[in-house]
């Protein structure tokens, strides 16, 4: 049942990634961000209820005290990647008068290019890594994989530091989807480090940014290279 | 039903809907923009204007400039034959007419890109310039649906699956089960190429008259009367084409009712029109240089709607 | 009874961020180590520390970090008053603050046995010790935050990812998924080899981003030049063998599976890459700082290549490596703070004649440029010739020659720049702002000489014995 569930939601994220990478507008980057980021929270009771657990091993039935914490590391997670940390990043900028265009170093076509060309190749690789048959959708690992090349591509790509802070969380959006396979290695509390971890590295790197937009008004990465060989 | 009425009906129908489509176009504008409009009708008014008009052609044009309105609705009218609308059959089918659809579509614009630089002003051969372009980038978009079409339809198990009759056939529901994602991707993407292959916003303003910001519009600038109305009454066709894809992709709904089946289909290509005129209501023309940014991209769609199709 | 060896240093964190007083605040950071070193005493003492069913573990690996690094802190600690009285520009209570709490996030990424656990660990030393490389607020300061948060972050991702594919891994040979290391190695026969392989390059290319190993180390040689000196120190010192005991974790796990000659080849391999690029970069460096961060690249690759050699002479000398390179960088970087604090530049065209501008500090730098090239009688020359002998014994012939060679690179280009700084007249610079040795900058340096000498002459047992443990551990399946 939540494998049928699950298949259009990464394929939403994976049509996120294109959006991302394609569109030259911040603003609505950082939307599609938490769009993603969002949905992928709310995925995420779903995907553990329904993964079906290898043969041999005995089904605990789900307590309400799982479904509980399930239910609320969902809302954190969909109110952080939604909200929070959008806000942080649209008020890291807002003290400087940024463009709110986005700057690549190699063009935007070419890089959403790359971008189709690594879902191609992570679709392709992901059968080469085995999978559990049956035991999950075929579209987790490639999705994971093409989100996470995603976060890469901008990350190397882009000039302004706003990006590669997206291009961080569109990577972490990629394990995540990983870790919806991983039921009892990946218990909630371990999730919500990650997801405490995740929110304050953002809040450093938006603070940061913040210094940066003081010290140069026009910052892309070519004017933090004063440091060099 | 009789094969041959149905094809009748057919014919019927592409030669007298089209223009009521550019009618309810400007009426959605209208009535988004607080105005009345001009009436429905008046595409109609305007060609039978046009028609009844003397020419004049300029002594730098050739028979290419005479010949290209011609061409355009000629291919129009045979690329609308192949496409099955309300009912189960076109009338002009084979095995791997979606190829020959394609290309119909293409010789069209050819033809309408070489009238214009037929004419030896600068104007046209700029719209020509950019039309070629975004054709190159449009294009593969279509082709890439129909490949996507075409293998959906194969993983369904339909009889003629490299024909637009059996990819847009009966079975487009049992499509849509088998891989509803692509189907949704290849959807989205061909909503664009509509917008693209007929000069709407966000790709080009067709109520410009600032000759620099126009495509389309630039092209046809030195044609008057009758091939005008030529152009106009295929811009109009290539406008039904397209809805008419779009709203066969959409409405997999299929009964055994011929007048069911086609007054699904005109509701369905009237409710494209509205929706195209809101998207030209509510959106502003993108920037040029922005544009085979948003044309790639939905080249992506597709080519991953593809990608999924065959990695199932 | 572990869970307060994280605990004591962030309460003492939380102590420091509520004390108004800017004289003061600076004592907490020593106390704050002397309690966590009475603790990690302690818990020595005791046979078995664990807590929350094994998810938090102290193994005879972990003891020997542990040790390490809270003697280390505590005299990197001392430093922290006798720095802070020459500064009195900024307020210093976000430097103590994350001083004390990356003390006790390292903790909890050695004593912590579930991978997930240690990755938020490792993550929160990143998070923790960034607003420490800002301290001084200036523009290149600020890149090197930069650089250093977003590489070391997207490094540790990485990791994140290696670490889901290992509990995936098990997923697969048919049980439970898990990331607790017990049940890792336990398991680790029957892991699927692919997912494994992944995993480990995964984790080797993510935790070594964080260790300094090349081509990752980018971050690190500004990180390193444009913090405060005792802000390196800790880096150096501390951070980097955090991230080298998660790449033996994992490493701990490929060899239990038997995949061992596998990741052993890939260590190696980066090892000596590190070297070289180290050895490559060092040359005709323009700031000390730099200079001493390229060698701690060139450490770390030491390190890897250690493992990478395997045996249980190799590891127990790449261990030992752990203590005398983390111990001889403190000194290293301290006395380097102190030049730069009384020459007033980092640039070693303008630097010149330290030793008669500040004889202590000047003496102790041109030692520990002897030391951590690898001269007796100091402790680093022990561990360096253990690793060549065990590679010459493990006919790894190739490998021990490149290391030699290498090794003697490091020395000249190091050389060259640290003799030029040293001796010769000093010239009167108007960045020199009349900053004299004094005991609170002085005392720490000569503590973390007397160490290195000491070992470098004489291994107390108790060390030897917990080395062995941590080695026969680390090798056992």
């Given amino acids: 049942m939540s494998i049928q569930a699950v298949d259009p939601v990464l394929v939403l994220a994976l049509v996120l990634n294109f959006f991302i990478l394609a569109n030259s507008q911040l603003r609505m980057v950082v939307f599609a961000v938490a769009i993603q980021g969002a949905i992928l929270g ?103 994989l093409a989100t996470a090349l995603t976060g890469f591509l901008m990350l190397i790509t882009r000039r302004k530091a706003i990006s590669q802070v997206l291009g961080y969380v569109v990577l972490e959006n990629g394990i995540f989807i990983f870790g919806l396979l991983l039921i009892e290695a990946v218990p909630v509390l371990v999730e919500f480090g990650v997801l405490l971890d995740l929110f304050v590295g953002v809040f450093v790197m938006g603070i940061i940014i913040n210094h940066v937009n003081r010290s140069f008004p026009a910052a892309t990465s070519e004017h933090l290279s004063m440091l060099r060989e | 039903m009789n094969t041959i009425l149905l094809n009748m009906i057919h014919v019927a129908v592409v030669l007298t809907v089209p223009p009521l489509l550019l009618g309810v176009i400007n009426k959605t504008k209208a009535w988004f923009a607080g105005r009345r409009g001009p009436p429905v009708l008046q595409p109609y008014y305007d060609l039978r204007k046009l028609i009844v008009k003397g020419s004049v052609f300029s002594e730098t044009t050739t028979w290419v400039f005479r010949f290209g309105p011609v061409v355009g609705l000629a291919t129009a009218l045979v690329a609308a034959a192949i496409i099955p609308l309300g009912q189960r059959d076109a009338p002009l089918s084979f095995v791997g007419d979606m190829i020959l659809f394609a290309y119909v579509l293409s010789l069209g614009r050819f033809f309408t890109m070489a009238a214009a630089l037929d004419t030896g002003s600068a104007f046209e051969g700029m719209g020509s310039a950019r039309e070629a372009t975004y054709g190159c980038l449009a294009e593969p978009v ?171 | 009874m572990a869970i307060w060896l994280v ?101 909890l990424v050695i004593i912590s046995h579930h991978l997930g656990l240690m990755w938020i660990a490792v993550e929160a030393t990143t998070l923790s010790t960034a607003p420490c490389i800002y301290f001084n607020h200036n523009p290149r300061s600020l890149e090197a935050t930069w650089k250093y948060l977003l590489i070391c972050s997207v490094g540790i991702a990485l990791a994140l990812m290696g670490s889901f594919f290992l509990a995936y891994a098990s997923l697969f040979s048919g049980e439970h998924s898990t990331l607790l290391f017990d049940d890792l190695v336990r398991l680790a026969p029957k892991l699927d080899v692919r997912w494994l392989h992944v995993a480990f390059v995964l984790t080797l290319v993510g935790y070594g981003t964080k260790m300094g190993l090349a081509p990752m180390h980018t971050w690190l040689p500004d990180a390193h030049s444009e913090s405060p000196a005792l802000v390196s120190a800790l880096l150096s010192g501390a951070l980097l063998n955090c991230a080298f005991l998660g790449i033996l974790r994992i490493f701990q796990i490929c060899d239990a599976a038997g995949e061992g000659p596998y990741a052993r080849r890939m260590l190696l391999f980066i090892g000596l890459f590190s070297m070289a690029i180290a050895a490559v970069s060092m040359a005709r460096q323009r700031d000390i700082k730099r200079i001493v961060a390229y060698s701690s690249v060139e450490h770390m690759g030491m390190l890897a290549f250690g493992i990478g050699i395997g045996g249980a002479a190799a590891v127990f000398a790449a261990l ?158």
């Fill in chain 1, 42 to 144: 709310l995925m995420y009771p779903i995907a553990h209820q329904g993964f079906n657990p290898p043969a041999g091993v005995a089904v605990e039935a789900i307590g309400a005290l799982t479904l509980v914490r399930l239910v609320l590391l969902a809302m954190a997670i969909v109110l952080i990647k939604g909200y929070v940390i959008p806000r942080l990043l649209f008020r890291a900028m807002r003290e400087a008068n940024i463009i709110w265009h986005v700057e690549s170093v190699i063009g935007l076509t070419p890089t959403l290019l790359l971008g189709a060309v690594g879902t191609a190749l992570a679709l392709a690789f992901a059968q080469s890594l085995p999978i559990k048959p049956g035991h999950t959708s075929t579209l987790v690992i490639p999705a994971s």
């Fill in chain 3, 7 to 107: 605990l004591c240093p962030v309460l003492f964190a939380g102590v420091a961020f509520a004390v108004p007083s800017e004289r003061w605040r600076p004592w907490l950071v020593p106390l704050g180590a002397a309690m966590h070193l009475a603790l990690v005493v302690l818990c020595l003492q005791q046979p078995e520390v664990t807590a929350f069913q094994h998810w938090l573990r102290l193994d005879p690996l972990g003891k020997v970090f542990l040790l390490f690094i809270s003697v280390f802190f505590l005299i990197c600690a001392s430093y922290t008053p006798g720095y802070l009285a020459h500064d009195h520009k900024r307020s210093n209570r976000v430097l103590c603050t994350c001083l004390l709490l990356s003390l006790g996030t390292m903790t």
């Fill in chain 3, 320 to 477: 030992l490596h752990v203590i005398h390179n983390g111990m001889t960088k403190g000194w290293l970087f301290l006395s380097a703070g102190n030049i730069y604090h009384a020459f007033g530049t980092k640039d070693t065209d303008k630097l010149q004649g330290a030793l008669r501008r500040v004889p202590f500090s000047g003496w102790m730098f041109l030692l520990g440029f002897l030391a951590i090239t690898g001269s007796p009688p100091f402790g680093p020359f022990v561990s360096e010739f253990q690793l060549i002998v065990a590679s010459f014994t493990a006919q790894h012939y190739w490998a021990g020659g490149l290391f030699l060679a290498l090794l003697l690179l490091v020395f000249i280009g190091m050389g060259y720049t640290i003799f030029g700084i040293s001796l010769g007249r000093p010239a009167q610079l108007e960045s020199d702002r009349g900053f004299q040795d004094s005991f609170g900058t002085g005392f720490p340096i000569l503590l973390y000489m007397s160490l290195i000498l000491l070992l470098g002459l004489y291994n107390p047992p108790f060390l030897t014995t917990m080395l062995h443990d941590a080695a026969a551990f680390l090798e056992a399946h």
């Fill in chain 2, 142 to 312: 279509l082709l890439f649906g129909l490949l996507v079409l075409a293998k959906v339809s194969m993983m369904a198990g339909v009889s003629e699956s490299l024909s637009m009759n059996g990819m847009l056939g009966e079975s487009l529901t049992k499509e849509w089960s088998v891989a509803g994602a692509s189907m949704l991707l290849v959807l989205i993407s061909w909503f664009i190429v509509l917008l693209v292959e007929n000069s709407r916003i966000p790709f080009d303003d067709p109520n410009t008259h600032l000759e620099l910001t126009m495509i389309h519009e630039v092209m046809v600038l030195d044609h008057c009367g009758p091939a005008l109305a030529m152009i106009l009454y295929g811009a109009a066709v290539r406008l039904f084409i397209f809805a008419a894809l779009v709203v066969r992709l959409a409405i997999p709904l299929q009964s055994g009712f011929a007048l069911w089946n086609w007054g699904l289909f005109l509701v369905g290509v009237l409710a494209v029109a509205v929706g195209v005129g809101i998207v030209e209501s509510i959106m502003a023309r993108l920037r040029l240089t922005v544009i085979p940014n948003l044309l790639v991209g939905a080249g992506v769609l597709v080519a991953f709607g593809l990608v999924l199709v065959l990695s199932h």
